[in-house]
């Protein structure tokens, strides 16, 4: 008997499965084939409604974080925006992109197609020709992926912070290991390594009076202000204290050029490292 199967893009796999990033993945995953089933209102295959309140709700998040993932997901190339929509209720529609681009994942998500709306994806495919006794192997060998996953963000972010000439650290702790792992909860890489880069630039200002406070890693990721929000947040782009210094830097420096995105900085980070 022939099952039929429902693609899923594989860099969702390589999240921790109790990360929110997973749980995201696993969702338009399960938006996507549901949308298919809707026939009161058809979309092409891929496409699916999403709007940021239902994304929130359905996954238990902050809105906050909802728009983080709808954008992060969107910059990896996992969806794709199709058409903008002003109604909450509906959302706009998206297209997840492994439905539509044949050759590019390996992972497959089996998923009957008698389930409803609520339908839960039980069993992964990591190789088509897998046979029944291969199981054990994948399991051991997904664990050592995701490990050199999360060794490699450790080392990365601790990197980071080293070349941007604020605390220096000898070495890469364990206690700073489990700082990055909350932090990567609720924000991605690139978004800490973008609050670090603008905390050491708004630090190493001599000029600048209201950031003059040396954190060291642990204290940068972990610290909450009295009211008990997290203060990287507020070294993101967007972040109310980036925004601020940016706002004194205008009125200060009105001639001086804006810093390196996050990209140029990532880059320049591996060219330091490959020397």
Known sequence: ????????????????INSVEFKFGIWITKKEFGQRL??????????????VRVVAKDIEITEKIARRLIKQFTKLDIIRLVASSKNPKQGSIYEYLVQVEEGTVKGTVKAQ???SKSEKISTLEEDKGHSNGTQEGTVKGTSKKKSKIKE???NSIFDFWISKNIKKHRSLTN???KSIDKSIKDYSESEILEAINNYSVMYNDSAYQ???????????????????????????????????????????????????DIGDLMEQLMANREE
């Open 152 to 154: 490699n963000i450790y």
């Open 113 to 115: 197609l008698g389930h």
């Open 38 to 51: 809707n026939h009161n209102n058809p979309l092409p295959k891929g496409q699916f409604f999403m709007s």
């Open 175 to 177: 206690e700073m290991k």
């Open 210 to 260: 209201w950031c003059s406070h040396q954190w060291g890693l642990n204290e940068f990721l972990v610290r909450k202000d009295k009211d008990g929000i997290r203060q990287i947040g507020m070294f993101l782009n967007d972040g109310s204290k980036y925004l601020n210094y940016l706002s004194w830097k205008s009125k200060n420096n009105p001639q001086q050029t804006g810093e390196k």
């Open 1 to 16: 008997m022939n099952t039929p199967y429902h693609k899923i893009d594989s860099r969702i796999l390589e999240y921790d």
